[in-house]
Each structure stands twice: as C-alpha cells, then as structure tokens.
C-alpha cells in the first residue's frame, strides 16, 4: 500500500484537502487500490479558512516519516492563521524529509509558499497562487524560486500549482506518480472527468 501523508495547517482551504481525500479514496476503491492517505496536523482540531472544523486522524508526534511514500499539502489564507503552521520548524522538517528521499510533494496554491520557506525550491522551478492583485509570486521568488507562471509545475519529484482551481488536476497528477496514467484514466472516467 502506497501512503500518502496529507498534512494539514491550521487555516488551510477545505477544498484543497478534499481533492486529495477524494481522487486517492477513489483509487483506495475503485483505481489499483494501491493508496491509502492520513490526514496529520499539529493540532487535535484544525479550523479551515471558512470556519469549517475538521479532526487529523494524527498528530505529528505520533507518526514516523519513513512510513510514508508521498506528501501531499493543501494551501490556505493568511488571515485563518495557514503560514503559522505551514513555516513551523514541524511542518518544514517535514517537508526537508520528503525531498530528501526523492518522494512525490504535491502542493495547491499557496502551499508551495511551505516548500519555499524550508528552502527546498531554491534554484528550481515553481509557481503559486499567480492573481494579478496577488504578491505571492514574488514571495515565492524571495525564497529562490525561478517562477514559472503557469497552472501547474512539475519539477523532478515536486507538484506546485497556481490557484485552488487546480486542485483536481493536481490530485490526478499525484495519483499518476504514485500509479500510472492508465489507472489515472480509468480513476477520472469513474469520476465523471472526460
């Protein structure tokens, strides 16, 4: 089985969230079978950026990285307190984690933002949430980012995408590092996606 850490910030976007819970579940029953996703945060109780209220079946301190096969982060807003978790010493040693062993990282929007913080994006390339009244692009590029404005960057083992209208695309995008683009099809045909 192919576990998948979907790690969650106080404040992040419920939607971004449930793409991955989603696509990978529809996988778990439906695709190869091969994915199984934990949801883990820092807290016992995360609030998302729309007051919506949700329970991680782990917290941090009760899982062991090696364990896992891909990471997966969902973005959030500023103002529902997303980047006090997200550039926490916690989130980013996990994220150091990751890339060190080469395994798949998938970010939606703002997320990526985790990834520049921890210093990993430094001289490749990346994209985040890109609307023209948004500065996020150039935070990114602070950290060493060479941007890429499009919807979705891949580069190497690492998934960054601009905007949470992306998130579907994203999912199926990890879904197809983790499996095939066979499988992936045959998940996005069960799913009503043509």
Known sequence: MTKILLLLANGFEAVEASV???VLGWNKWEGDGTTEV?????HNQLQCTWNFNVAP??????????DFDA??????F???GFYDDGFSEEFQAIVRHFDEQKKPIATICVASLILGHSGILHNRQATTYNHPTSKRLAQLQSYGAIIV?????QTEHIITSSNPGTAFDVAFTL???LTSEENTLKVKDLMGFK
């Open 20 to 22: 991955f819970t989603d």
């Open 38 to 42: 934990v949801t883990v945060g820092l």
């Open 57 to 66: 079946e782990k917290l941090l301190h009760e899982i062991t990285l090696e």
């Open 71 to 76: 990471l997966a982060i969902p973005g959030g």
């Open 78 to 80: 500023e103002e529902a």
């Open 149 to 153: 404005n499009e919807r979705i960057v």
């Open 175 to 177: 879904l197809t590092m």
